[in-house]
């Protein structure tokens, strides 16, 4: 059965005592779980004495607050999800509990942060890295387990860790795909019936096309509005909306 703790003081009291000395192992989610969440919690069970996964919508990661407001937020579904994949604990707090200074205080990179999705967002990983600095200073974790499918994310809070000489160790886990080639996403459940057939043309213009401008011009063709492809660190990156959903993927180059 799956734990909930629902205040980080409760937390580290368990962590300072039925936890101690034990390895640690997080996975930080938003909710909304699907197969790809599973495949970091399968991941993170194989390789510690504990796991635990947390959910918290975090508002200062949102630039957008309709995208905020109508993010999916399936907890009973998640409660379920977790127990079966054997998570041991959730940590569910709210957001008074995790910005007791109501956001004066944040993390900032100022190079990478600011390209690709941070370019259209603006703000977006100032939320991100703080929020999981707070959560890696909450848990304890010895390793943290993040998708591809957000490689940016994966490389600043990889950076930070480093930065900061935090004691978890940031681990990167593939991409989990359906059949026909898209990238799992908690917004996907937000697709348009209408539109989802469309949604895999993005991983496929990203595979298929000979360079990042013929893939941003084939997608635009096939009706989404595309905020960038491009090519870095052997990545070809991209973010596109399919009506209001905002889809990101990227694949090795
Ligand atoms: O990838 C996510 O779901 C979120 O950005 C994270 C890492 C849980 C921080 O809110």
Known sequence: MT???????????????????????FVPTMGALHAGHLSLLRRSKRENGVTVASIFVNPTQFNDKKDLEKYPRPLAQDLALLNSAGADYLFLPDFRAMYPDGYRYKVTENDLSRALCGAHRPGHFDGVLTVVMKLLNIIGADRAYFG???YQQYLLVKG????????????????????????????????PPKLKPLAPELRRALVE????????????????????????????FAAAYLGTVRLIDNVKI
């Open 3 to 25: 734990k909930v703790v629902r205040s980080p003081a409760a937390w580290q009291r368990l962590r300072a005592s039925a936890l101690r000395g034990k390895s640690v192992g």
């Open 209 to 236: 096309s000979s360079s990042a401008r013929a893939a941003a011009k084939t997608l635009a063709r096939k009706g989404f509005k595309v905020d960038y492809v491009e090519d870095r660190l052997g990545r070809r």
């Open 160 to 191: 930070m860790a480093e930065a900061f000489f935090l004691r978890a160790k940031i681990i990167p886990c593939p991409t989990v795909r359906e059949k026909s080639g898209l990238a799992l996403s908690s917004r996907n459940a937000l697709l």
């Open 148 to 150: 591809e499918k957000d």
